[in-house]
């Protein structure tokens, strides 16, 4: 059990943490193919916890590394962006629209997706293993997919229209890349 607590080890007990995250996501993303979104917002959840206590873990035991860095942005790409994203598409967009509206919402998606990923990119490379900036430019993509799970939350209790998440998922996905100042919890 030495390689839990190892540093170099591809499976250490802060990576474990991060590869519990990812199977929550990819059982979230199941639950949305079966709009059982109920289900799927519940891991997404449980995968958000296991992100804030691997980078606890990865810290406070000395496990932080290259391999583990690149490892928490892949699972952050896919609980953070494409399950809220995949999650609005099938629960809000694809109800409400057709033709048209469904490809402008189609593009939104891709764009939100897009600025998810070049902001998870632009972090990994400015960013050491193991440090953590007081300040982060730009909204973390975990506080973007809970600013999505308020907008799903609005339109699936009717207080938002579908061409609102449209407009919200466009500044959201702007805000991953701007120059907003977010302190770091």
């Not at 995968?47 to 990865?58: P, Q, R, V």
């Not at 860095?69 to 099938?90: E, G, K, N, R, T």
Request: proline share 4%; charged share 10%; glycine share 8%.
């Amino acid at each position: 059990m030495k390689f839990l607590w190892t540093p170099s080890s591809h499976f250490n007990l802060a990576n474990l943490f991060t590869f519990v995250n990812i199977t929550a996501g990819l059982l979230a993303t199941y639950f949305i193919t079966q709009n059982n979104f109920t289900l799927a917002i519940i891991l997404a959840w449980i995968g958000g916890a296991f992100d804030i206590f691997d980078g606890k873990i990865a810290r406070k035991y000395g496990l932080s590394n290259e391999f583990g860095v690149q490892l928490d942005s892949f699972a952050d790409f896919l609980s953070f962006v494409l399950v809220p994203v995949f999650l609005i598409f099938q629960a809000s967009y694809a109800p409400s629209f057709n033709g048209f509206w469904l490809l402008i919402a189609a593009i939104v998606s891709i764009y939100y997706v897009i600025s998810g990923l070049r902001r998870l990119i632009h972090f990994n490379l400015h960013t050491d293993a193991g440090a953590v900036d007081k300040y982060f430019t730009g909204v973390p993509t975990p506080l973007g997919a809970i600013l999505l799970w308020l907008v799903y939350l609005l339109n699936a209790y009717e207080v938002l229209p579908a061409y609102g998440v449209l407009l919200c998922m466009l500044l959201i996905g702007w805000s991953l890349n701007s120059t907003i100042k977010v302190r770091h919890p």
